[in-house]
């Protein structure tokens, strides 16, 4: 083989198996207009908040088998969103009460007329971080099959199990938030890349 052959054969991309793991992302565009649709889907579905878990639940379902190439439909979205809302509701009342708490002590913090002022604002802010992640990571594990309460306990044992997890996650809510902060509308972009973000960080756990 010449010098410039060999040059040629390594300028080529080479496959990383995306498209055998994903073959529904083998189109960028289609696959960024499909992850900007799980936002629309997964704000509408979550306006009342407490409905916010199901929303999730339902668009990573969706968006999972869009990337298997498989059927996915806005009835079938639907069908997931009333099916994990049946007890999703109680997960995101939950989550609701827990994060209300929690902000409230952190502006309560932020004044810094607690004795211990500090101390608290930390732990409150991990704490509220850690909810972010353990919900993300439960919606992303819910099935009709498996429920809510299974879900979220797989979803609490990831971070132990695969603790590589937190950076990517981090990183995606940190975006989402920042941007969301900037500009408020993109809140509905910030949410479809959370839900492909999940997407990814689950598919490590098989490697």
């Known amino acids: 083989m010449t010098a410039r052959g060999a040059r040629k054969r390594r300028e080529q991309p080479q496959p990383d198996g995306t498209q055998l793991k994903?073959?529904?992302?083998?189109?960028?565009?289609?696959?960024?207009?499909e992850v900007l649709?799980?936002?629309?889907?997964t704000f509408a579905g979550g306006l009342l908040i407490i409905t916010l878990p199901a929303a999730l639940a339902a668009s990573t379902r969706h968006l999972h088998r869009y990337l298997?190439?498989?059927?996915?439909?806005?009835?079938?979205?639907?069908?997931?969103?009333?099916?994990?809302?049946?007890?999703g509701w109680v997960v995101g009342l939950t989550t609701t009460a827990l994060a209300v708490v929690l902000l409230f002590n952190l502006l309560?913090?932020?004044?810094q007329v607690l004795p211990g002022w500090l101390l608290v604002f930390v732990?409150?802010?991990?704490?509220?971080?850690?909810l972010v992640f353990v919900l993300l990571q439960s919606a992303v594990r819910w099935t009709p099959s498996k429920g809510w309460k299974r879900a979220v306990r797989e979803g609490v044992n990831s971070f132990a199990t695969d603790p590589g997890a937190i950076a990517p996650l981090l990183a995606a809510v940190v975006l989402a938030v920042v941007v969301t902060w900037q500009l408020p509308?993109?809140?509905v972009p910030?949410?479809?890349?959370?839900?492909?973000a999940v997407l990814?960080?689950?598919?490590r756990e098989r490697r």
């Open 190 to 196: 910030g949410l479809g890349c959370l839900v492909f």
């Open 22 to 33: 994903w073959p529904g992302a083998q189109g960028k565009f289609a696959l960024f207009a």
């Open 68 to 87: 298997l190439a498989e059927r996915s439909t806005l009835g079938q979205w639907w069908e997931d969103f009333i099916s994990a809302l049946r007890t």
């Open 123 to 130: 732990v409150c802010f991990l704490a509220l971080t850690a």
């Open 37 to 41: 649709w799980m936002g629309v889907l």
């Open 200 to 203: 990814v960080v689950k598919e």
């Open 108 to 111: 309560l913090a932020g004044t």
């Open 185 to 187: 509308p993109l809140v």
